[in-house]
């Protein structure tokens, strides 16, 4: 018997699905290859009945019903699905330790190209680092990108606002504070993992993973691992240039039709930023992701 359910667990090539009745099974792709994303709706078929202790069975993934958007990040040799049906991306840095601008840029970039609702989350804002913090992400706000400033230790309820109606996926670098916010915002989360734990034999298929919670009934959250890295080789030179919203009055104006933006002459992006049109450190970054 076939049935449809949503990945709200990925863990290398097991999975978990939810079922539109609450029962969850632990799911295996048919094949070696698995390109199955949490946040996934999947077409299955169960492979064992469901435990009575934990409601749980087994069962392997047929194929991928057609998703919405594909978040992801590349390198030359391979790439690595972080979410799929999302309509935002929340971007978590912090004031202590200090936040990486590129892989902000990055992320952000990786928005874009999949016309995802973005917004930036400055944590630990009460620490006294903030003003620092605040000015690295001046350039962000004056752009036009939403940036929430909160302390997840203290209080998180400025952010639930923005994640109604939205199936969210919270990235960033380890140590800014995603996972106190996670536990902040859904207070089952540390029993949820443990529980997954159990399922997929004490963790052993735990090392790395994604995890989706319901908020609501329409509202979720995705939690990826920490990244220190976020490739961007599957987006061309034009599409990561798109990105840069400050960048588009001035497309199309440069001497050259494949200029770089590097050290061209009549370079009209190089132009505005030297008028102060576009920020330096801006198109510092956009030289920095194009050059490798």
């Excluded at 995890?211 to 030179?237: E, K, M, T, W």
């Amino acid at each position: 018997m076939k049935l449809q359910g949503l990945v709200i667990a990925a863990y290398g090539r097991h999975y978990l699905a939810e079922l539109p009745d609450g029962e969850i099974l632990e799911c295996v792709p048919r094949g070696k290859k698995s390109d199955v994303a949490c946040g996934d709706t999947v077409q299955i078929e169960r492979t064992s009945a469901p435990s009575t202790a934990l409601r749980t069975g087994s069962a392997v993934i047929e194929r991928i019903l057609p998703r919405s958007t594909l978040l992801y990040r590349s390198d030359a040799y391979k790439q690595k699905i972080i979410a799929a049906n999302v309509s935002q991306i929340i971007v978590v840095v912090a004031t202590e330790p200090s936040f990486n601008d590129e892989l902000l840029a990055r992320c952000l970039i990786a928005a874009h190209d999949q016309k995802l609702q973005t917004l930036i989350v400055l944590n630990k804002c009460d620490l006294p680092q903030i003003e620092a913090a605040r000015a690295q992400l001046a350039p962000y706000r004056k752009i036009g990108y939403r940036v929430l400033e909160l302390s997840a230790k203290q209080d998180v309820t400025p952010l639930l606002p923005c994640l109604q109606a939205h199936t969210s996926v919270l990235v960033g670098q380890s140590g800014m504070g995603k996972s106190t916010l996670i536990n902040a915002l859904i207070p089952d989360a540390l029993a949820a993992t443990r529980e997954i734990s159990t399922v997929l034999d004490s963790g052993k298929h735990t090392t790395t993973h994604a995890r989706l919670y319901h908020l609501n009934a329409n509202s979720h959250l995705i939690d990826c691992p920490g990244v220190q890295l976020f490739g961007l080789h599957h987006l061309d030179f034009a599409a990561i240039e798109r990105s840069f919203p400050e960048f588009l009055p001035y497309l199309g104006q440069c001497r050259f039709a494949n200029c770089s933006h590097s050290h061209e002459p009549d370079c009209a992006i190089r132009k505005a930023t030297e008028e102060g049109k576009i920020d330096r450190r801006r198109l510092m970054l956009f030289q920095q992701i194009t050059a490798h």
